[in-house]
C-alpha cells in the first residue's frame, strides 16, 4: 500500500492492515452478480472478459452519481489532500453499495 494511502486510511481513523489485490480472472467474475469497477478502463477491462451476461457491471461513482460513468481519481501524484478527497468518494460510494446490496436483499438498510 502506498504510504500516502495508509495515512490517509490513519487520518480517517480505519486502522485496518487491508488485503491484497488479486486478478479477476473470467471464472471469478463469471461466478459473481455484481462487480463494481473504478474506472472506465476496469470496465473496459472487465467487459473483455466476462462471458456471463446475468453479471451486472457498475462504476462505483455511478452510486453516487448515477448515469455520470465518472472514474475514481487516482490520487498518485498528488498530494495529502488528494488522497483523502479519493477514500471520501470511496467511503461515500462504498456506503451507497452496503444501501443497495441491502435493498436488493431485501433488509433494511438500516440494521445489522
Not at 498518485?76 to 435493498?103: I, K, M, N, Q
Amino acid at each position: 500500500m502506498d504510504s500516502r494511502a495508509r495515512a490517509a486510511l490513519d487520518r480517517a481513523g480505519f486502522r485496518s492492515e487491508g488485503s491484497l489485490g488479486a486478478f479477476a480472472n473470467p471464472s471469478y467474475l463469471n461466478g459473481h452478480d455484481l462487480i463494481i469497477v473504478m474506472t472506465r478502463e476496469h470496465l473496459h477491462d472487465v467487459h473483455q472478459r466476462l462471458t456471463n451476461g446475468a453479471t451486472e457491471v457498475t462504476m462505483l461513482r455511478n452510486l453516487l452519481e448515477p448515469g455520470s460513468n465518472l472514474d475514481v481519481a487516482d490520487p498518485y501524484y498528488g498530494g495529502d489532500l488528494d488522497f483523502d478527497e479519493c477514500l471520501d468518494v470511496l467511503t461515500r460510494a462504498g456506503r451507497r453499495l452496503t444501501s443497495e446490496l441491502r435493498r436488493r436483499l431485501g433488509e433494511d438498510s438500516h440494521g445489522a
